[in-house]
């Protein structure tokens, strides 16, 4: 749908947290300044969709359920 705003990175992942290449599906992962710091009231929903972020050490991020892949132009 388009690229990143500022500040916030996405990553597009295999079930074992591997950066697909271009092309290949996977779950799209969304981490950043912008990142909320999880569901209100919801800590279980929390723990499930808020990780920890293994390309940037003490990040966290989104792990959003949908299915993406990149594009050869980004």
Do not use: H
């Amino acid at each position: 749908i388009g690229r990143p705003i500022a500040n916030t990175r996405t990553y597009i992942v295999n079930p074992s947290n591997q950066l697909q290449p271009v092309g290949v599906p996977g779950e799209l992962c969304i981490a950043g300044d912008g990142l909320a710091r999880g569901y209100l009231n919801r800590p279980e929903l929390t723990a499930e969709k808020f990780v920890d972020n293994p390309f940037e050490p003490g990040g966290q991020m989104y792990r959003t359920g949908d299915l993406a892949r990149w594009l050869p132009d980004g």
